[in-house]
């Protein structure tokens, strides 16, 4: 059985992932070790730890929910349908995605199957919480002026379970977790949309709101160095 940071046996589903991480452990000895976390079930069903992705220096992070089935076998966040309209909307907002840190709250993929397919399962309380030292420690060393939460699960983990997220996108939240922080929708959303016109509706407004993160990123002065 692998060791922890502080040579004790790591035990499976240890309830959280801290005791995967030296708190001196730099951005890509964190990654590393991601890969071999078992603070939750879900490594057992999911192909691979996905770990946050982007510049170390990025001033922006997009935190999402949990790798989709794409994310999982390709081992990076937001490559899928969902990464595509984050890709689109980044882009139309003057945003460089390559300047982007993307990461989620939980980084194995939960699903179920359906047929041949497998379908995303929501991820427990529980869940979120034993990776939560994941995301915290990806804040501590990127230190992002602005961090956006995209969906409900990230914001209601990141923000307070009374935050909705339907009441208060686009609006700026006070919070350690960053100088300027702010939620919106979650991009997998818009694409569920039926009705073409809600659809083109809830785009625009989705736009808007990552077009307040262009501002305030570049409010925030020259990339770090
Ligand atoms: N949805 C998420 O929340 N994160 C991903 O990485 C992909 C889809």
Known sequence: MPKSVAGQPRKEHAGTAAAFIPPEAGFEILRDLSADCKACPLWKTGTQTVFGEGPVKAKVIFVGEQPGDKE?????????????????ALKEAGIDRTQVYVTNVVKHFKWIPRGKKRIHAKPRASEIKACRPWLDAEIDRIKPHVLVCLGATAAQA????????????????????????????????LLRIEDEDERHREMKWFMDDIKKVANLVNDSGASRT
């Open 72 to 88: 999982d076998l390709a081992g990076r966040p937001f490559v899928g349908p969902a990464g595509g309209v984050l890709d689109r």
């Open 158 to 189: 990141l923000l307070g379970n009374k935050f909705r997220v339907s009441q208060q996108r686009g609006t700026l939240i006070e919070s350690p977790l960053a100088p300027k922080v702010m939620a919106t929708v979650h991009p997998s959303s």
